[in-house]
């Protein structure tokens, strides 16, 4: 007969998830609790709690779980800290993937009574993320699809929340995505995405046009939003991105979980770390970079041509070349 464990919180309901680094089983309530404190500790930290009354925020809404489970949670804070909120869905144009997704966000937006755009990377970028993989497959080019997808993404959220005139952008990101985005920094030597991405918890950017980024799941292991997501019964598809396999991300997501296994609470040092180098080394890095804006679309950018600029150039010489 197997065993039940009880939750070591409330000594009272069957526990659903272990979490390791803290050494506690929990219940679903309990968890709820767990992880909706720590979205109130980020919050906090930032300084943004404090700075949300009659503001308006816009929600990047894609459909998965991290992004379901901050629209919820935010949601539930807009009427006590009285803030607005629209959710935004980027359409990749991915098949099935990106169809089954929209309709969720459709479906719990209409059920918890949030606004919502949907803006069509087709339309907005004159690509969707297929065409794009597609040339750069015949083209035999190295760059990988969520190289120009989440590019192009960040992109448009930003270009929205300005058309929007919101105060901030809303992210899903939770622990486990900053400690993969920290690691491939690292590995690609990149300091200034280091000096960036390191304070990201604690850092409003006063650059002109472009908005300021608020991550609540950003202590949240992706396991614990996981069983959060099931235990809420909130809907999930099926499919995964057929993309995501080629990214780096996937390779060091395995590593960073492996090494979690074998020592529990390791993503949480590793966190630590990105924050206090980023703190470091942040004037220094950053005090050399001068922002201006793409001399083609006017977004921010550190260089004459943003990015996403630079893609799209790139993408239409490479399909003229083969
Ligand atoms: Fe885009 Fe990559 Fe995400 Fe797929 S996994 S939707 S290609 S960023
Ligand atoms: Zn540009």
């Given at each position: ?49 404090g ?26 804070l ?34 918890l ?8 990377m ?14 750069l ?87 614990e ?98």
């Amino acid at each position: 007969m197997i065993e039940m464990v009880l939750c070591d919180l409330c000594k009272k309901r069957k526990a659903v998830i272990k979490i390791r680094y803290a050494g506690l089983n929990l219940c679903k309530e309990c968890l709820s609790k767990f992880v909706e404190q720590k979205v109130m500790l980020s919050l906090k930290r930032t300084g943004v709690l404090g700075k949300l009354s009659g503001k308006y925020l816009i929600i990047a809404l894609s459909g998965g779980k991290d992004s379901i489970n901050a629209t919820y949670i935010m949601h539930k804070l807009s009427q006590e800290y009285d803030f607005k909120m629209k959710a935004v869905f980027v359409d990749e144009g991915i098949g099935e993937y990106s169809k089954q997704r929209r309709a969720i966000v459709m479906d719990l937006c209409k059920k918890l009574g949030i606004e919502y755009r949907i803006v069509s990377m087709k339309e907005e970028m004159g690509i969707s993320t297929p065409e794009a993989v597609n040339i750069l497959v015949k083209s035999r080019n190295s760059i990988k699809p969520c190289s120009v997808c989440g590019v192009f993404r960040r992109y448009l959220l930003n270009k929205v929340a300005l058309d929007e005139n919101a105060d901030y952008v809303v992210t899903g990101h939770n622990l486990d995505d900053e400690v993969q985005t920290f690691i491939m920094s690292l590995i690609r030597g990149d300091i200034r995405s280091i000096a960036r991405e390191a304070c990201s918890l604690g850092y409003e950017n006063d650059v002109p046009k472009l908005v300021s980024r608020i991550k609540p799941l950003y202590l949240v292991y992706e396991r614990e939003s996981l069983v959060y997501f099931i235990t809420h019964g909130f809907k999930r598809i099926s499919l995964s991105c057929p993309y995501a396999r080629f990214s780096m991300r996937y390779v060091i997501r395995e590593m960073i979980n492996d090494l979690e296994y074998r020592r529990p609470g390791m993503k949480y040092r590793i966190l630590a770390l990105k924050e206090r180098l980023g703190k470091d080394i942040r004037e220094t890095v950053l005090s050399s970079v001068e922002m201006r804006h793409c001399k083609i679309c006017g977004m921010p950018s550190s260089r004459d041509i943003c990015r996403a600029c630079e893609l799209k150039e790139l993408l239409v010489k490479l399909s003229q070349n083969y």
